[in-house]
């Protein structure tokens, strides 16, 4: 068993069962599923999210298996992201809870409870009339440049995220947004890995991912050379030269994913 509370769990939860005291956590709830639950709580005064995960059974991993998917088996993955971006400074959530029993990974209860973090606003949200409505250069600028960074960064210290999307990158709002002045952070780790080094193939899923995620909010060829600069950190002919056939790629798999957006709706 592996179990590791911060305050205000650790007193509060202080002789109990934690994995029985997570279980009964009440508020808003996100997301229901046989092997996870996810909802937002309240305690003694600030919002907490909490994923709660009981085991997806063996069918189900095989089944992902047999389609090249991998299955998530629990809150391992999430609590180890956080801790590789926490060293490598991509700003990201706070967890103040984890927990883990069970042998079986098709049946093990684990849970990770994280920090609030609000107010936010995402980046596909705050994004949305760009093409009517352009933002101001500077900020426009300043948070490609941001994200850049931080993708580059995440990549670098070996994490992928699998759902890299702008949707998961929150805008704090707490203080006026401007180019000199705002904060991001990088959510929903659930699915991310974490290895020693990040394979070359998973980089790709996540950059296609992102750049799909950001089609429709009117990037100029400028923009998507910034992006391409501050990700890689190295001079931009260089970045055109070395990685032509990549830059191929994600055009072609961009342009794949939005028609099947397109086609099927939220159901990609």
Sequence with gaps: MKLMLAEPFKSLWAGQDAFTAVEALQGQVYRELEGRRTLRTEVQGRGYFVKIHRGIGWGEIIKNLLTAKLPVLGAAQEWQAIARLQQAGV??????AYGERGANPARQHSFIITEELAPTTDLEQFSLNWREQPPEPRLKRALIGEVAKMV?????????????????????????????DFRLSLIDLHRAQTRAATPRRWRDKDLAALYFSALDIGLTRRDKLRFLQGYFQRPLRDILRDEARLLAWLERKAAKLYERKQRYGDAL
């Design 91 to 96: 700003p990201s959530m706070t967890a103040v």
């Design 152 to 180: 580059g960064n995440m990549h670098r210290a070996g994490v992928n995220h699998r759902d890299c999307y702008i949707c998961h990158f929150l805008l704090h709002t707490d203080r006026p947004v401007t180019a000199d």
